[in-house]
T-cell receptor
Framework: DTEVTQTPKHLVMGMTNKKSLKCEQH?????MYWYKQKAKKPPELMFV???????INESVPSRFSPECPNSSLLNLHLHALQPEDSALYLC?????????????FGEGSRLTVL | AQTVTQSQPEMSVQEAETVTLSCTYD???????LFWYKQPPSRQMILVIR??????QNATENRFSVNFQKAAKSFSLKISDSQLGDAAMYFC?????????????FGKGTKLTVNP
């Protein structure tokens, strides 16, 4: 199984809502990532979990709250978002400090904030 | 900090022809890893090809090959016998380390159009 599964594929939420994005992988990878991607732009790193510990937070606003319940799951909790947070949110996984060490990406969750 | 530059926002190629996408990067590390990812309109990022810096031999995967010039810090992607399904955004990426973890630093991307 070489898939990273993200749910939901599409999400529309108001600025006062609380929602979550979910990501799951069964490749035994111990690093998981959240990237944000605006249209026609490259992915921008938000968070990295390595061995279930938050290791990189790229100064992301607190309205985004990541969670890594176990080595297979990664959540992104969303609260009081702004319209400019509308984007494609990509989850990825990899095996730390390995070769080739590429990231495997999910199909993304398209978020629209009204 | 490492940076990745893709100087061609858009490229086009005729079906069955060859196209080369450019990528340069900046790093002070001596050993590192480089990747090309493809993102079709379906939006999933798919690995195309990878290169380890200490390997002098250029990587090849079927119709895809790279021209890796370490001294020039250049990592271009050549697509031979282009197919309609190759149309996508192509991102060059550098595997960087930060805070004891690893991350990918992406270039801005090149949109490839394949004309029938």
């Amino acid at each position: 199984d070489t898939e990273v599964t993200q749910t939901p594929k599409h999400l529309v939420m108001g600025m006062t809502n609380k929602k979550s994005l979910k990501c799951e992988q069964h490749m035994g990878h111990r690093a998981m990532y959240w990237y944000k991607q605006k249209a026609k732009k490259p992915p921008e790193l938000m968070f990295v979990y390595s061995y279930e510990k938050l290791s990189i937070n790229e100064s992301v606003p607190s309205r985004f709250s990541p969670e890594c319940p176990n080595s297979s799951l990664l959540n992104l909790h969303l609260h009081a978002l702004q319209p400019e947070d509308s984007a494609l949110y990509l989850c990825a996984s990899s095996q730390p400090w390995s070769w080739p060490g590429e990231l495997f990406f999910g199909e993304g969750s398209r978020l629209t904030v009204l | 900090a490492q940076t990745v530059t893709q100087s061609q926002p858009e490229m086009s190629v005729q079906e069955a022809e060859t196209v080369t996408l450019s990528c340069t990067y900046d790093t002070s590390e001596s050993d590192y890893y480089l990747f090309w990812y493809k993102q079709p309109p379906s939006r999933q990022m798919i690995l195309v090809i990878r290169q380890e810096a200490y390997k002098q031999q250029n990587a090849t995967e079927n119709r895809f090959s790279v021209n890796f010039q370490k001294a020039a810090k250049s990592f271009s992607l050549k697509i031979s016998d282009s197919q309609l399904g190759d149309a996508a955004m192509y991102f060059c990426a550098y595997r960087a380390t930060q805070g004891g973890s690893e991350k990918l630093v992406f270039g801005k991307g090149t949109k490839l159009t394949v004309n029938p």
